[in-house]
């Protein structure tokens, strides 16, 4: 798999699950040789300005729990939840990196149930899991997020939370520059046109989707959620590590993260 260029194009859901395993799977261990010690084997991270689900608790009380990570990765966050008492269950897409979270759970006797899956089709039972998560998994990857939002919503019992991370959307007009080049404003925030990496032959080889605000809160409320809490995380002081386009340069100026707290709504 090599990228010769970038686009933007629409990219079915095939075309981008197709791209995204592939993705990924080439990916796993440079991933993990770049940000496996951040990540941590069995902590949750929200985001790369490091905020901790220990310290923030946007899940509540998990202990006796049923819990679904959805676009686990290597899992770290499923293992962590194990460790406060959840039954914890990661799914991802990609079977490379399952790998390393079955590896990590060798290590660390953390071992938690890992099932490789497109978020858009979860082979799981419906009303079966209390909490359902997602740090940076899966949301961003898929072509229809009203798809994903309503298997969240199928398989979480009523009253359920439904939490996510994603890139905060102002992001997106800002060019994937941690400097000062990526300062300045060159896409339309609302352009929603997929980013597309391709090959040489015009294939996708990486997607990610483009929503705005009032996109994911439409879609949340259609799929039966309510919005109870919006987190915009801030550059925390003294943080110096730079990820892909997140930095401290950018970190004081605007938002990195937006993360979406959510309730299934009871039914009457």
């Known amino acids: 798999m090599h990228t010769a260029g970038v686009a933007y194009r629409p990219v079915d859901s095939a075309e981008a699950a197709s791209a995204n395993l592939a993705w990924w799977d080439a990916d796993a261990d440079d991933y993990h040789a770049t940000h496996g010690e951040f990540l941590g084997e069995s902590d949750f991270r929200w985001c790369p300005e490091g905020l901790l689900e220990a310290d923030a608790r946007l899940l509540g009380e998990v202990r006796d729990t049923d819990v679904l990570e959805v676009g686990c990765g290597s899992a770290p966050c499923t293992r962590w939840l194990h460790t406060q008492g959840a039954r914890a269950v990661g799914v991802d897409l990609s079977g490379g990196m399952l ?39 899966a949301v961003p990857f898929v072509a229809s997020v009203e798809t994903l939002f309503a298997e969240v919503a199928r398989v979480l019992r009523p009253g359920g939370r439904w939490v996510f991370a994603v890139t905060h959307p102002m992001r997106w007009i800002f060019p994937d520059d941690p400097g000062p080049t990526g300062l300045t404003a060159t896409q339309p925030y609302f352009d929603r046109t997929p980013y597309v990496e391709v090959d040489a032959d015009g294939r996708a080889t990486y997607v990610e989707y483009h929503r705005t605000m009032g996109d994911y809160v439409r879609a949340l409320a259609a799929a039966g959620f309510r919005l109870t809490d919006l987190i915009e995380p801030e550059w925390p002081e003294g943080h110096t590590r730079t990820w892909g386009q997140w930095s401290p340069l950018r970190g004081k100026l605007f938002p990195g993260t937006a993360i979406f707290h959510t309730v299934k709504e009871r039914q009457t």
């Not at 390393?100 to 089709?121: D, K, M, S, W, Y």
């Open 99 to 137: 790998r390393h979270g079955l590896a990590a759970g060798e290590r660390t006797g953390i071992r938690v149930p890992l099932v490789q899956a497109n978020a858009e089709r979860l082979p799981l039972a419906g009303d079966s899991f209390d909490t359902a998560c997602s740090a940076f998994g």
